[in-house]
């Protein structure tokens, strides 16, 4: 139902910062809870943070709290995720995603994007 596409990877130095954004394409995005989810090498993809549709309510992992901040721009379509110190086990695929409900759960998500590589060296 949803189009989206992240921009904004690439390397940082641990304790470094990144933003991550996500396009997204149809004028019923406003209409969408927002998710951020991370996948690891060898690892299961992880919730990282979301948003509610009026941006309102917002959910973090407990392992980014206080480090990242997740918010949107619904007149600009787009969703983003500020990282500041970053850790290099954080180093991962970061994918931003579309749901129906405001929740952390995978499944829960019916779009996603294709997903932008976040290196962190030590």
């Known amino acids: 139902q949803v189009q989206l596409v992240e921009s904004g990877g690439g390397l940082v130095q641990a304790g470094g910062s990144l933003r991550l954004s996500c396009a997204a394409s149809g004028r019923t995005f406003s209409r969408y809870n927002m998710g951020w989810f991370r996948q690891a090498p060898g690892k299961e993809r992880e919730f990282v943070a979301a948003?509610?549709?009026?941006?309102?309510?917002?959910d973090y992992a407990d392992s980014v709290k206080g480090r990242f901040t997740i918010s949107r721009d619904n007149a600009k379509n787009a969703v983003y995720l500020q990282m500041n110190s970053l850790k290099p086990e954080e180093t991962a695929v970061y994918y931003c995603?579309?749901?129906?409900?405001?929740?952390?759960?995978?499944?829960?998500?019916?779009?996603w994007g294709q997903g932008t590589q976040v290196t962190v060296s030590s």
């Open positions: 995603a579309a749901s129906s409900s405001f929740t952390r759960v995978t499944r829960r998500y019916e779009s």
């Open positions: 948003i509610s549709w009026s941006g309102g309510t917002t």
